[in-house]
């Protein structure tokens, strides 16, 4: 226990001496997350501006009206059809809601009553999100009318609307690419640079139990995983109120989970390095796509279909939809089983590679 305990103190100091692994690890995840923070936090007002059309009195139609102004996620305006279509294809709004004459008489009538709603097709998230947002408050309408689902046509909607500020969307995915940076520039660089410098040779050497060695290096870079997660997480609450909805002992094992895998996986590009200059390329090339691919800073469903089997491959897709899932409450790309599995499957694949073909000089 004193051996692991004094490699474990010896692997801290040869982690904080390095500034390029300090930085990726913990300074450039925090750079993100104040600069997400002060875009979308204090850049002004983050509504959505949208135009609202009114064209019948009725009852139902004003219920549907006094509902959508008062949504907070839209700033709503009405000046006029003709106005707000001009506004629309100026590109100072990002959808138009029709309510036409008869929608109450419909309504009353137990027909489907049409609601027309003009968007940007180049603007697609927003107008996405926009439209999901009136389907939710037409349905919310319809139900306390009759009491039966919705009988309002709407353009069909593809994204799930949500009530969260961009920067709630994404502090969760760049903890999960602080775990993922912990793995790759923390792990495989610092372990071919001990390899080259013949510091593993020489711990092979002596009595000490190779996984030992091995476990000291893993419970320092688990230390930093925590360390990773109070200062995003408490940066992201304290400063930005980003919400915290979940159970922090179930943050607290995705966590351990996910940097294991990715520990595990630099390991793995480790055992097939030559050198730091191979390391580095290799974990370049394994970081970069994960980053824009999985869902860290938009919406998987807005990647070509031709990429979606690439992200349904990538550990980082199931370790930023189950820390999302658990921070703030969004609705699940996966089961949480399913998250779960597939980090532990490929926690299990990296590691029986990296102790199958890592070299210890």
């Known amino acids: 226990m004193q051996a692991f305990v004094q490699l474990y103190l010896a692997s801290l100091k040869e982690f904080i001496r390095d500034r390029m692994t300090i930085f990726w690890t913990l300074a450039f995840p925090l750079v993100f997350v104040v600069m997400f923070g002060v875009l979308f936090t204090f850049g002004g007002d983050s509504r959505f501006d949208v135009g609202l059309v009114v064209q019948d009195n009725g009852a ?33 709004r990002r959808a138009v809601i029709e309510l036409p004459a008869g929608l109450s008489e419909s309504i009353a009538a137990k027909q489907p009553a049409r609601i027309n709603v003009f968007y940007d097709p180049a603007s697609q998230q927003a107008s996405q999100i926009v439209l999901t947002i009136t389907r939710q408050v037409l349905d919310q309408v319809e139900r306390q009318i009759s009491g039966t689902p919705p009988a309002f046509v709407v353009q069909e909607e593809t994204v799930q609307a949500s009530q969260l500020r961009t920067i709630d969307f994404l502090l969760p995915g760049i903890l999960a690419m602080a775990l993922m940076q912990l793995g790759l520039f923390g792990t495989a660089q610092p372990m071919v640079a001990l390899r080259d410098q013949g510091v593993l040779r020489r711990l092979s050497a002596t009595p000490l139990p190779r996984w030992t060695v091995l476990t000291s290096q893993i419970a320092m870079r688990l230390t930093v995983a925590l360390a990773q997660t109070v200062i995003i997480v408490g940066f992201g609450v304290s400063v930005f109120q980003v919400p915290f909805l979940g159970n922090p002992l179930f943050l607290l094992g995705m966590v351990i989970l996910g940097a294991l895998t990715f520990i595990a996986l630099g390991y793995m590009v480790a055992a097939f390095s030559k050198n730091q200059e191979t390391a580095s390329g ?32 990538l550990p980082l897709t199931y370790l930023v939809d189950a820390i999302r899932q658990i921070m703030i409450g969004t609705n699940p790309l996966f089961p949480m089983p399913v998250n779960i599995g597939i980090l532990a499957a490929w926690f299990a694949g990296s590691l029986v590679l990296a102790l199958k073909f890592f070299k210890w000089e």
């Open 60 to 92: 139902a139609a004003q219920q549907v009206a006094g509902i959508l102004r008062q949504l907070p996620v839209f700033k709503i305006s009405e000046t006029g059809r003709d106005a707000e279509m001009t506004a629309l294809k100026r590109g100072d």
């Open 282 to 313: 290799i974990s370049s090339l394994v970081n970069f796509p994960m980053m824009f691919l999985s869902g860290l800073f938009f919406p998987i469903e807005f990647v070509p279909q031709f990429l979606q089997p690439v992200i349904a491959i």
